[in-house]
């Protein structure tokens, strides 16, 4: 009896039909699909003419048509080819054995290293933390950045733009941080850069030491935008996954207007009207979400800061992404066009930029030498131009005479090479004798 029951059983999970819809429209990235219900978020496999199939997910339905985004370029489709649901993936299980290693946005390893295990589970989507919950920001994060620990001083779950037009240095100075920074894990998600960066980035700007502590999620420009957007949520979850187990977490990520652009692409070929620059403003209610998905968790070991490099495009400080992420971040740090044009690196503008964290966690004798360096910088500022042509006169002004006198060693304070560390505790000794 039991045996029949058994088999009973057995068959009344066996299917009797698997439903299979049909692939009625293409255009650019954006499938259309009728014939089987989908929801949101699924994912589903589209024959081509080949026999192959391509991998998609479901991003949004109108009636009875469900609209499928490609993982990867749709090439050999054809109408009325089969879509058919793909069969449940289990989670993403993380462990130690991730660190070192490179990976696209589903979590494939991407670094021909061998598959990734773990024990814990990994959530695709980035946790949420409660406002309420979340523990402050305490502590200094040490960079190693002279001109930010100084004048710019960030702390340990604090999140912060680095803010320039092209070429201006952004990358170049991730790097700098990647490699000073102290921290247990570095989380590196290259989002919709050049290819060619990403193979630099590793080897020139993590290096074999940085990389052994160091987890790099990829997706290049020529990914589709939905392979962008999956890769920032998965690095936002690595992240938060190894702040949950009690360690300082540096999260970087190159760049936020990338991912910007590739919700832009999704919803505008989902129909949603273009508004400010041609952003959808979906793009402006989901940059918060994410954001706030980074910083410091619920308990009160282990942290989570967030570097985000935000593209002004033509130099416009106020271009939309770039005033958006300066009203939803814990700070930005400006990189000007004129400094990097006169040699001066790293092209940190420190009048420009500001750090809302910094007094939380900066000593009152920091802070109060900071603005010395500050004033003393505006001070040159405003008589620059009248130096080289010999029309400043001294006596009229003795701050401003300070300011002057001291700037050639000013200037060589915030200018830091590439490979030159300058640790916190040694910024600081210098700024003070700098300002007293």
């Known amino acids: 009896m039991i045996g029949a029951a058994i088999r009973k059983l057995h068959l009344a999970e066996v299917p009797v039909a698997t439903l299979t819809g049909r692939l009625t429209g293409a255009s650019g990235l954006l499938l259309e699909s009728v014939g089987c219900p989908l929801r949101t978020g699924q994912r589903c496999l589209i024959e081509t003419v080949s026999g192959d199939w391509l991998a998609a997910q479901v991003v949004g339905f109108r009636d009875q048509v469900s609209?499928?985004?490609p993982f990867k370029k749709p090439e050999g489709l054809a109408t009325g080819a089969r879509v058919v649901p793909a069969p449940e993936r289990s989670a993403l299980q993380i462990?130690?054995?991730?660190?070192?290693?490179?990976?696209?946005?589903?979590?494939?390893?991407?670094?021909?290293?061998?598959?990734?295990g773990g024990e814990h589970p990994l959530e695709p989507q980035p946790p949420r933390v409660h406002p309420l919950r979340k523990?402050?920001?305490?502590?200094?994060?040490?960079?190693?950045?002279?001109?930010?620990?100084?004048?710019?001083?960030?702390?340990?779950?604090?999140?912060?733009?680095?803010m320039a037009g092209s070429g201006v240095g952004k990358s170049v100075l991730l790097g700098l941080i990647t490699r000073q920074t102290v921290a247990d894990v570095v989380v590196v998600g290259l989002i919709g850069e050049r290819g060619r960066?990403?193979?630099?980035?590793?080897?020139?700007?993590?290096?074999e030491e940085g990389l052994k502590r160091a987890v790099v999620v990829v997706a290049p420009a020529d990914e589709s935008p939905l392979m962008r957007l999956m890769a920032t949520d998965l690095c936002h979850s690595i992240a938060a996954h190894y702040r949950d187990q009690g360690q300082d977490v540096l999260l970087l990520v190159d760049s936020l207007t990338r991912y910007a652009m590739a919700r832009r692409e999704v919803a505008l070929a989902l129909g949603e009207p273009p508004a400010t620059r041609g952003y959808p403003p979906?793009?402006?209610?989901?940059?918060?979400?994410?954001?706030?998905?980074?910083?410091?968790?619920?308990?009160?070991?282990?942290?989570?800061?967030?570097?985000?490099?935000?593209?002004?495009?033509?130099d416009d400080q106020q271009d939309p992404v770039v005033d958006t992420a300066r009203a939803i971040l814990d700070g930005h740090i400006v990189l000007s066009r004129e400094l990097a044009e006169r040699g001066h690196y790293p092209a940190i503008?420190?009048?420009?930029?500001?750090?809302?964290?910094?007094?939380?966690?900066?000593?009152?004798?920091?802070?109060a030498a900071a603005h010395r360096l500050k004033e003393m910088a505006a001070r040159h500022a405003q008589v620059r131009d009248l130096l080289p042509l010999g029309a400043y006169v001294a006596g009229a002004d003795p701050a401003t005479d300070r300011a002057v006198e001291r700037w050639p060693r000013i200037e060589a304070f915030l200018h830091q090479g590439t490979r030159e560390a300058a640790p916190l505790v040694e910024t600081l000794q210098q700024l003070e004798e700098l300002t007293a």
């Open 95 to 116: 462990g130690p054995s991730w660190l070192g290693r490179i990976v696209n946005g589903l979590g494939e390893p991407i670094d021909g290293l061998g598959r990734l």
């Open 135 to 162: 523990q402050p920001v305490r502590e200094i994060l040490d960079v190693g950045v002279r001109a930010i620990n100084a004048t710019l001083t960030l702390g340990k779950g604090q999140r912060v733009g680095l």
């Open 67 to 69: 609209f499928l985004m």
């Open 282 to 314: 979906s793009v402006f209610s989901l940059l918060p979400q994410l954001v706030e998905s980074a910083g410091n968790g619920e308990a009160e070991s282990g942290s989570m800061s967030a570097i985000y490099t935000v593209l002004a495009e033509g």
């Open 197 to 207: 960066e990403v193979r630099e980035f590793i080897d020139l700007s993590l290096g």
């Open 349 to 367: 503008d420190i009048a420009a930029s500001v750090s809302r964290c910094m007094g939380l966690v900066a000593s009152p004798e920091h802070r």
